[in-house]
T-cell receptor, first 114, second 109 residues
Framework: GAGVSQSPSNKVTEKGKDVELRCDPISGHTALYWYRQSLGQGLEFLIYFQGNSAPDKSGLPSDRFSAERTGGSVSTLTIQRTQQEDSAVYLC????????????FGNGTRLTVT | GEDVEQSLFLSVREGDSSVINCTYTDSSSTYLYWYKQEPGAGLQLLTYIFSNMDMKQDQRLTVLLNKKDKHLSLRIADTQTGDSAIYFCAERNTDKLIFGTGTRLQVFP
C-alpha cells in the first residue's frame, strides 16, 4: 500500500508567519513520530503519538511548536511565529504498534524561513 | 543523557568494505538500529540488533555490537555506488528512537 505521505514537500515562509505541516501515516499504523533534520544535526526527536494521544512531547523546542493527531490517522505539526532557526526538514514516521517495529518514514517537508 | 555519535564522512572505493561506527550512551538501550537515507528521501530501515546479541549478518551487511564500550558498527561488504547515502544509527529510548548525526558514505569507482 501507500507509504507515509507528507505535505507540502517544500515550504518557504516569511519570518513571523505560522505554518502547518501535514503527515498521513500508513493505514493501520497506530504510532506516529515527528523528527526534525537540520544540517549537521542529525535527527532531532520532536513528539510521538500513540493513537491520538502524545505520551512524549519532550522534543518540541518551544511553545511555538504544537502537534495534533485526529482519528488516529492524520497529524499536523504547527509552528507559530516562525524563526529562521526553524528552517529544517521535518520528517514524519509511523509504525504498526510500538518499537521495535520499524519506523516507516515519509520524504519530509523542507521548511525555509526567510 | 542521550547522545549518539557518528563520524560525519566516509569515502571508500567501489568493491571495498565500508565500516561505519557509532557510539551511544544509554546502557539500557534494548535495540539499536541502522537506517539509510538517500538524497531527497526519508529514512529506510536497514537492520536492527537486540542488545543481547553481539553480531547480526544480513547479506552484505554485518552489525557488530560491543555493549561494554557502547559501540555499534555497520560493515557493508563489496560496497557499490548505490550504497552512497547517509547512514544513521539509532538507539531505542523508551518508545522513541534517538538518532546519531549520520555518516555520509561516498563510494568512488
Amino acid at each position: 500500500g501507500a507509504g507515509v505521505s507528507q505535505s507540502p514537500s517544500n515550504k518557504v515562509t516569511e519570518k513571523g508567519k505560522d505554518v502547518e505541516l501535514r503527515c498521513d501515516p500508513i493505514s493501520g499504523h497506530t504510532a506516529l513520530y515527528w523528527y526534525r533534520q537540520s544540517l549537521g544535526q542529525g535527527l532531532e526527536f520532536l513528539i510521538y503519538f500513540q493513537g491520538n494521544s502524545a505520551p512524549d512531547k519532550s522534543g518540541l523546542p518551544s511553545d511555538r511548536f504544537s502537534a495534533e493527531r485526529t482519528g488516529g490517522s492524520v497529524s499536523t505539526l504547527t509552528i507559530q511565529r516562525t524563526q529562521q532557526e526553524d528552517s529544517a526538514v521535518y520528517l514524519c514516521a509511523s509504525t504498526k504498534g510500538l518499537l521495535p517495529s520499524p519506523l516507516h518514514f515519509g520524504n519530509g517537508t523542507r521548511l525555509t524561513v526567510t | 543523557g542521550e547522545d549518539v555519535e557518528q563520524s560525519l564522512f566516509l569515502s571508500v572505493r567501489e568493491g571495498d568494505s565500508s565500516v561505519i561506527n557509532c557510539t551511544y550512551t544509554d546502557s539500557s538501550s534494548t535495540y539499536l538500529y541502522w537506517y539509510k537515507q538517500e538524497p531527497g528521501a526519508g529514512l529506510q530501515l536497514l537492520t536492527y540488533i537486540f542488545s543481547n546479541m553481539d553480531m547480526k549478518q544480513d547479506q552484505r551487511l554485518t552489525v557488530l555490537l560491543n555493549k561494554k564500550d557502547k559501540h555499534l558498527s555497520l560493515r557493508i561488504a563489496d560496497t557499490q555506488t548505490g550504497d552512497s547515502a547517509i547512514y544513521f544509527c539509532a538507539e531505542r529510548n523508551t518508545d522513541k528512537l534517538i538518532f546519531g548525526t549520520g555518516t555520509r558514505l561516498q563510494v568512488f569507482p
